[in-house]
Structures are given as C-alpha cells and as structure tokens.
C-alpha cells in the first residue's frame, strides 16, 4: 500500500478576508497557518504533500511556500480549474466562484495515487489529528465492497470566530463513533451564547449544541474517493447548474453523504479535544497569532522550523 500523503486545498482567495490569507504570516518568523498543518503532518509521519492552487498563483506560492516546503518533503502541485468539466458541460457565462471543495480534490486527481489526508489551506487542526489520520490510513484498506474513510470531528463550539458566521458539515455519529450523516450548514454563527445556524438569511434560527461534532475539512480517504467524486460530478451539475448556476458548490461532505446512504462507505470520525483556528475574517487574525505565540511558548513549536 502506498504511504499516505498531504492534499492541502489551497486555491481560495479568500473573498470575506479580502487577500490570499493562506499566505498571511502569523508570528514574527514570518510562519503562516499552512506552516503549521505541514510541520504536524511531517512530525506525524508524512512524507508528501500536494497543494492545490490556482494556476495564476504558481509563481508566488512556489516562493513563498513551495520551494521552502521541498527541502523537508516531496512536494507536487494540482491546479483547480473552473473550466475542468466532465464532458458536455461549461461553465455558465459570468460565473467566477469555483465549483467547491470537492471539485478541488478532484484536481489532484492526477498526482495523488494513494491513501490521503485532505485539509483547508487556513485551518490550524492540531497535532493529535494529524498523528489520528496517519495511523488509521497506514492500518487501514479499502475493500472492494465497502470503502473505510476517516474525518477529524472537532466540538463545534471550539470552531466558531466571535467575527461573523462560517460554513461547518455538521455530523451524527453511531455508538461506534462512526460517520451516519453530514450536512453542509453554510451560516453558522454564535447567537446570544449558542451556536445556531440559519437556512433562509437570518429570519429564522436553530440552536446546536456546543460540543456537537462538526467536520472541519480533514479527511482521510482512499484514493477511490477521487473516482467516487469524479463519477458523480456530472449528476450535480446537472441539480446546481438548474438551481443556481452562479454559485452551486460541489462539497466534500455532499459525496460523503452519498456514499454513505448507498452503503458503499463507512467514515471513522476521530474526535480531538483540540481548538481550530483560522482566519476566516480579519478581525481573527489576532487571536490566532495569539495562540500560536502561546504553544510556541509552550514548546509546541520551535521558534524557527
């Protein structure tokens, strides 16, 4: 079997932040979010890490954070595309947002050719999940019937920003710990202390449990997820593009619950007591330094790595 690897999903703009804050440096050595995610992976035991990015940032990224991630890891790039569409479709004249996280995996369908680990470019995740997915991914195959996937769950109250409302796949879990369902909720945020989300633009609201168990955007897959993700492509073009051309989003967690109702997967949701961070508006950004300051303080992570 082939060693997992690293698919960090790095093509985001970033349109509420305003700027490319996967590159916006978080402490004084000039480490930005990713650093992080690449120096728990490899301490874990990751040997290769894919970004995917926009084409138009190659240049850049490589600076930037490419060529100094090559000097400890095998590094390869995938380039998501709005334009990388199964035969017969195009993309709607005017639109410009990208088709979703699940057709960002997609574009890595060409340089990742085992077991993986997928993560947002701008999420902090924390050491044990790292070291979680990597264990399970070496101790665990696919079998031709049924394939055995993992995802990282975090407390949902240890992943909401004080700064506005965030996009999380809430989860339901068996007694085994095991994945049963996840919906995307596009809107959540803290409403007079508790977690809430919306489904029609603030008019109404639904409490959630704080230590509900929410996805993040760390997986562990097979690489038959890709072939999954590619095979059902076409039929949510066909839904999004009649509902809403403009903005229809192709969501990691919409395949998993597909494989799921069909019985054709089972997902493994490690919990972590860890705290994410990221910074999905500006205003977060001080408190994530702020907390990074503080592990390295702890000895969490050198000063310089």
Known sequence: MDKPCLVIMAAGMGSRYGGLKQMDPMDEQGHIIMDFSVYDAREAGFEKVVFIIKKEFEDVFRRTIGDRVSRSMEVAY???NLNDLPEGFSVPEGRVKPWGTAHALLSARHVVNGPFVAINADDYYGKQAFRDQYRFL???EDESSRYHYSMSGYHLANT????GHVSRG???TDARGYLTDIVERTRIEWRDSVPAYT????VTWTSLPAETPVSMNMWGFGRSFLAETEARFADFLNR???????????????VVHELLAAGRADV??????DKWYGVTYKEDKPMVQKAIADMKARGLYPAEF
């Open 138 to 140: 070496t101790e665990t």
């Open 199 to 202: 489904l029609d633009e603030g």
């Open 268 to 273: 493994r949701v490690m919990t972590t007591p």
């Open 240 to 254: 999004g593009l009649a509902e809403n051309p403009m903005k229809c989003e192709y969501y990691i967690p919409s």
């Open 160 to 163: 909401l920003t004080e700064n």
């Open 170 to 172: 809430v989860c339901t």
């Open 78 to 80: 995938a380039f998501q």
